[in-house]
Each structure stands twice: as C-alpha cells, then as structure tokens.
C-alpha cells in the first residue's frame, strides 16, 4: 500500500506541474489558472472516473463469477456511449445530461445482456452475447454520428475514444451528484456481492435472493459507469484489469481496485497530454493499451 500511496501522490504532482514545482503555489497569474482551473479538475475527474470504473468492474465480475463481466462486454459502456451520441445527434437536452443519458443507456445496455444470457453457461458464452449487445448499440452511436454535421462528428470521435480535454469544474458538478448516489449505492451492494461470489446455493442459504442481487449490482454498476461515460466517454477496460491488478498484489477489495483504477487513468491521462505534446493521444486508446499487457501478464502466471 506504501508503493501504491507513493505512486498515486507522483501520479497527482505529475499531473499539475507545469515543468516547476513552484509553479504550483508562487506561479504567474496564467499559470495558476492553468494549474488550478484546468488541470486540478482533469486530475480529479482521471481519479474519479477510474475509481468508478475499477468499481464497476469489481462488483460484476464478483457478482457473475466470471473475469470477463465488465463494462465493455456487457453492453453497459457501449449503451452508455449510445445514449449520449444519441441524445448529441439528435439536440435532445436531457434534464442532468449527459449524467442522466448516460445513466439511461448504461441500464438499458446491460439489462439487455443479461436477459440474453438467461439460460447460456460459461464466460464464453457471456463474452460472445456480451459482445454482440455492445456492437449493436456501436452501430446505434455511429448511425448517429453519421447524421451530425463535420464539426459534431469531430466531437462525438474524440468523445467515443475516451477523453479528459475541456474538463472544468463546471463539469464535475453532475459527476459529484452521481459519486453522491454511487457510493451509499456500493456500500450496500458490496456485502451481499461477497455471500454471491461464494456460489448461488450459498446465497440462498444465507436468504438472499442471486438474481435480485445481480440485478442491484447492474444498476450500482450502471450509475458508476454512467458518471464516467457521461463526461468522459468510454475509457476501455479500466474495469477489466483494476480488479485483476488488485487481486495480483493480493488486495482485492473495492478500496484498492478503486485506488488502482484511479492511479492507472491518471497516469494514462498524463502520458495522454504530453507524449506527443501538443498533440493528445486518447485516454481510452491508452488505457486499451494496458488492458492488453495486463490480459498477457495474468495469463502468462496463470
């Protein structure tokens, strides 16, 4: 936890420093503005946004017994993502968009996987249903941006790779609202999801009812994707490798895949911004990217 508290405080001074660790306190006039209206709120939306994410995919993947129940494979990221394109293509304002799209989307994608995986057994099965639910609503989000003009398309792509660019606090209001809801949301959820993960016979056992467990977790899962996915778009696979970087240090609890999952947005959104300055590659390109690596790391130990 140490190296973990270490990385997280190198990861947040990295992100603020404009090169001069004066620059945080004695800077000019324009450089504290830069360091506190535009990168302090990027920095807590990375942390917020990964923390979610990492969450998210805890709480599903426990839940269905299966590494592979994560945002992105359950339709819940890509329903999200629809919904805000949607909403963008076609000028409808949403009251609390785009947390409230989102949210919609979010719901709407994984309720849809998970009645069509009633009755299928084995992650392969999940993934391929999974994955077909996801490309639907990617058809719905691209039938959408085909009927933007040049300049919304530009934005629904750099939306659809997964961005920080333009964060303000104005921003983070919608996504406090949601971390708001989220939290108390886990706290419940969490004890029950770690009786389910012991096997649906003992769920029952212990008088909890597995599918209205599920179907609460889908939702919890659901509200912390949609705070991401609303502002931030669908940073890929956060959800997939915190939950297996905490269980291969040998802390798998929500507090530290949390922790995880904020440490590797932050960083990916620094080395995002500035390596190949000025040109910013996408947060969710980068974070693909460490799926990949933690997906061969685990499998080359398993």
């Known amino acids: 936890m140490r190296l973990l508290a270490a990385a997280a405080v190198a990861a947040v001074l990295g992100s603020l420093l404009l090169g001069e660790p004066v620059v945080l306190f004695t800077g000019t006039e324009l450089e ?45 990221s890509s329903g999200a993502s629809a919904a805000v394109g949607v909403c963008v293509a076609s000028g409808v ?46 058809a719905v989000l691209l039938a959408a941006t085909a009927v933007t003009d040049s300049r919304e398309q530009g934005v629904l792509v750099r939306y659809l790779l997964g961005s920080l660019t333009g964060t303000t606090w104005e921003t983070l209001v919608p996504v406090g609202v949601g971390v708001l809801l989220a939290v108390p949301a886990v706290v419940l959820v969490l004890p029950r999801v770690r009786v389910l993960r012991l096997g649906d016979d003992e769920a029952l056992s212990a008088g909890l009812r597995p599918a209205r467990v599920r179907l609460a977790v889908l939702g919890v899962a659901s509200l912390l994707v949609a705070v991401v996915v609303g502002p931030a778009g669908p940073v890929a696979w956060v959800g997939f490798f915190a939950p297996r970087l905490a269980a291969r240090i040998g802390r798998p609890s929500a507090g530290t895949t949390a922790l995880l999952g904020a440490l ?19 947060v969710g390109g980068l974070t693909a990217l460490a799926a990949v690596a933690v997906g061969l790391l685990v499998r080359r130990r398993a």
């Open 32 to 76: 504290q503005v830069v360091v506190w209206q535009l990168r302090a709120p990027r920095l807590l939306l990375g942390a917020v946004a990964g923390a979610c994410l990492g969450t998210a995919g805890l709480l599903l993947q426990e839940s269905l017994r299966n590494p592979l129940a994560v945002p992105e494979l359950l339709g819940v």
């Open 264 to 282: 590797v947005v932050v960083v990916a959104d620094l080395v995002a911004r500035t390596a190949l300055y000025p040109v910013e590659l996408p």
């Open 93 to 138: 304002a949403l009251p609390g968009a785009p947390l409230t799209p989102a949210l919609l989307g979010a719901a709407a994608g994984g309720a849809l996987t998970l009645l069509a995986v009633r009755g299928a057994t084995g992650p392969a099965a999940v993934l391929l249903i999974g994955a077909a639910v996801g490309s639907a609503c990617q």
